[in-house]
C-alpha cells in the first residue's frame, strides 16, 4: 500500500487529554505501550490505539506515503526514519487486513 | 475500564430532545409530561458547535416527536456539514415520502421508526392514535424508496413480549436494518402505567433468554437490546465498552433548553451546555461520578453478577427507589 487512506465507515477520534497524560508519562520514561490514545468506532465496536498507532493513524490522509509517514514518527521521536519504517509498514498492512485502513 | 473518563474526554452520542412537544400521547411515553422552553435555531446550533469542539461523533434527535420542530432538517444539515453522525427516532406520523427524501437531503445516516405491535390495532391502542401503525409502516417504506437507513424500535411490554418475533417478520417485510428490542422504563407516564404494562422479573428473564437465542439464529436482521440487567444472563456473551448502564458514560441527554440529564428517562440535570463548561460537567459531575462508580446495595450485594450488569438500568432504579445504587426492579436475581 502506496498512500494509506482510512476506512471512511470507522469513526473515530483523538482523546486529547488521554493522549497529553501518555505523553507525560512517556517523557517520565513510563512504558506506554498499552495506553490508547485514538479510539475507532466500528459497528458499534470500539478499538483503541497507542500513542504511536493513533499518530500513524492521524497520518493516513490518503495523501501521506509509507515513507513520508515513517519520516514524520522518526522526526516526532527524533530517531532515524530507517529504525520505524519496517514498524510502521506492519502497523500498516495490520490495519489493512482488518479493514481499517483502504489505498488511497 | 475503572472511569470511563480515564479515556472518554466526551460522550460517544448526546441523545438530543429538541422539543417535548408531540403529536401522540403514548401509553409508556417518559416525556409527555414534561415542559421545557424551546431553544431558537441559532442556539441549537450553538450547540452543535460544542459537540464538534468537544468531539462528540454521534446526535440522535428524540423526543417529544422530532418531526414537529421545522428546523429539524436545517439543524441536521448543519451538524451533518460539520460532521457528526446524526440520526433521530420518530412515531412516524410526519413521514411521508417527501419528509423522507428532506431527511436524506439533510444528511441523516439512519431514521429509527416506533412500532410496537405487528397487528395494527394494538399499536394503534398503545400509541392511543387511530392509524399510527399504517402511517408508521408507510414511513419505513419511504425510507426504503429514497435509499435511507431504517431502524425499528419496539418498546417490550404485556402488549407484544409473547410476539416479538412478528416484529421480526414485519421488519424483514420493510427493509429493516436494525430492530431495537427496547426494555420498558418506568419512568414519566411508563411508571403511571407501570402494573399494566410491563413484565414480572421472571417474565423478563424468560424473555431475554429467549429472544438471545432468537438474535444468534438471525442473520438477516441485526437485532439489539439496551439492557444492562441482560449481563446477569450466561446466555449473554456480547462484548460492551462499559459494564452496566451506558448513560453517563458513553452517552448524554440533552433537554430543549441545553440542560444536560444523564440519560432521557433520569431528570437530573448536571448542568447546561450553553452556559457551563462542558468538561467541568464531564469531568466533575458528582452525579454522573456516582453513576459511573455504583455500589452495591440491597440483593445486589454479594451478587455475582454486580461486576458485569452494575445493578442494571440505573434510570429503573432511581424512577422507583430515588436512589442509583438501588438494583433494577426488572432484576430475577
Not at chain 2, 461523533?57 to 460539520?82: C, H, M, Q, S, W
Request: aromatic share 8%; net charge negative.
Amino acid at each position: 500500500m502506496n498512500k494509506p487512506l482510512r476506512n471512511p465507515e470507522i469513526v473515530w477520534r483523538v482523546e486529547k487529554r488521554r493522549q497529553a497524560e501518555v505523553l507525560k508519562a512517556l517523557e517520565a520514561g513510563q512504558d506506554v505501550d498499552d495506553s490508547g490514545t485514538v479510539i475507532l468506532l466500528q459497528s458499534g465496536m470500539m478499538h483503541q490505539l497507542n500513542l504511536v498507532g493513533g499518530l500513524i493513524w492521524q497520518q493516513c490522509d490518503g495523501e501521506q506515503t509509507l515513507a513520508a509517514i515513517a519520516g514524520g514518527l522518526a522526526k516526532e521521536f527524533s530517531v532515524e526514519q530507517t529504525d520505524v519504517e519496517s514498524d510502521v509498514a506492519e502497523f500498516v498492512n495490520d490495519l489493512t487486513m482488518r479493514g481499517w485502513l483502504i489505498n488511497g | 475500564m475503572a472511569d470511563v473518563t480515564e479515556i472518554f474526554s466526551a460522550p460517544l452520542t448526546f441523545n438530543w430532545t429538541l422539543s417535548y412537544r408531540c403529536n401522540f400521547v403514548c401509553e409508556h411515553c417518559y416525556s409527555r409530561d414534561e415542559e421545557c422552553p424551546e431553544l431558537e435555531t441559532q442556539d441549537i446550533k450553538r450547540i452543535v458547535d460544542v459537540l464538534v469542539e468537544q468531539q462528540v461523533p454521534f446526535i440522535n434527535f428524540g423526543g417529544g416527536e422530532p418531526l414537529i420542530r421545522k428546523d429539524l432538517y436545517e439543524v441536521a444539515e448543519y451538524a451533518t456539514k460539520r460532521g457528526l453522525n446524526v440520526s433521530m427516532n420518530t412515531n412516524g406520523w410526519l413521514l411521508d415520502d417527501a419528509a423522507a427524501q428532506r431527511l436524506k437531503d439533510a444528511g441523516f445516516k439512519s431514521v429509527g421508526i416506533s412500532i410496537d405491535s405487528s397487528e395494527a390495532s394494538l399499536h394503534d391502542a398503545f400509541r392511543n392514535m387511530p392509524g399510527s401503525y399504517e402511517k408508521a409502516v408507510r414511513g419505513l417504506d419511504a425510507l426504503r424508496k429514497v435509499g435511507l437507513k431504517s431502524t425499528m424500535s419496539s418498546v417490550i411490554s404485556r402488549i407484544n413480549y409473547q410476539a416479538y418475533r412478528e416484529l421480526l417478520d414485519l421488519a424483514r417485510k420493510h427493509g429493516v436494518d436494525q430492530l431495537y428490542l427496547h426494555n420498558f422504563k418506568c419512568s414519566g407516564r411508563g411508571l403511571k402505567n407501570r402494573e399494566e404494562l410491563d413484565l414480572s422479573p421472571e417474565e423478563w428473564q424468560a424473555f431475554y433468554i429467549e429472544a438471545l437465542t432468537v438474535k444468534r439464529q438471525t442473520d438477516d436482521l441485526k437485532i439489539s437490546f439496551d439492557d444492562p440487567v441482560i449481563a446477569s444472563l450466561p446466555e449473554y456473551q456480547e462484548k460492551t465498552m462499559v459494564k452496566g448502564s451506558s448513560c453517563g458514560k458513553l452517552s448524554l441527554h440533552l433537554r430543549p433548553n441545553g440542560d444536560i440529564t444523564p440519560c432521557g428517562f433520569i431528570p437530573v440535570v448536571v448542568g447546561n451546555i450553553l452556559t457551563e463548561d462542558f468538561e467541568t460537567i464531564w469531568f466533575d459531575s458528582p452525579v454522573l461520578k456516582a453513576m459511573r462508580a455504583k455500589e452495591a446495595t440491597g440483593k445486589c450485594s454479594g451478587c455475582s453478577a454486580f461486576d458485569d450488569c452494575q445493578g442494571g438500568c440505573t434510570a429503573r432504579a432511581f424512577a422507583t427507589t430515588g436512589d442509583f445504587n438501588q438494583p433494577d426492579p426488572h432484576c430475577w436475581k
